[in-house]
Nanobody, 111 residues
Framework: QVQLVESGGGLVHPGGSLRLACAAS????????MDWYRQAPGKPREWLAT???????FYAVPVKGRFTISRDNAQNKMFLQMNSLQPEDTAVYYC?????WGQGTQVTVSS
């Protein structure tokens, strides 16, 4: 059974940084592209970034240059380094693999 578990969310001041992690278990990860999404209250879920099995990365315009996606296949983990956070980054952040979602981790950016 595949399971994705996010961690690392929390409250941060504007301009601050957070590093999210996604731990994957089950028959998944090394050969799969994986993604980060987020969903703010009252808004649809938004794609943020993708990392392929070979390590190629792709970013949505709102986060390009501020967020960095990475993965550690040996540990079955994926990460999202988030810098220069702003209040509009407040959302629940989700890890995604083909046909699977994590439960989400809350990120709140507020002074």
């Amino acid at each position: 059974q595949v399971q994705l578990v996010e961690s690392g969310g929390g409250l941060v001041h504007p301009g601050g940084s957070l590093r999210l992690a996604c731990a994957a278990s089950g028959n998944i990860f090394a050969n799969d592209a994986m993604d980060w999404y987020r969903q703010a209250p009252g808004k649809p879920r938004e794609w943020l970034a993708t990392i392929t099995s070979s390590g190629s990365t792709f970013y949505a315009v709102p986060v390009k240059g501020r967020f960095t996606i990475s993965r550690d296949n040996a540990q079955n983990k994926m990460f999202l380094q988030m810098n220069s956070l702003q209040p509009e980054d407040t959302a629940v952040y989700y890890c995604h693999a083909p046909d699977h979602w994590g439960q989400g981790t809350q990120v709140t950016v507020s002074s």
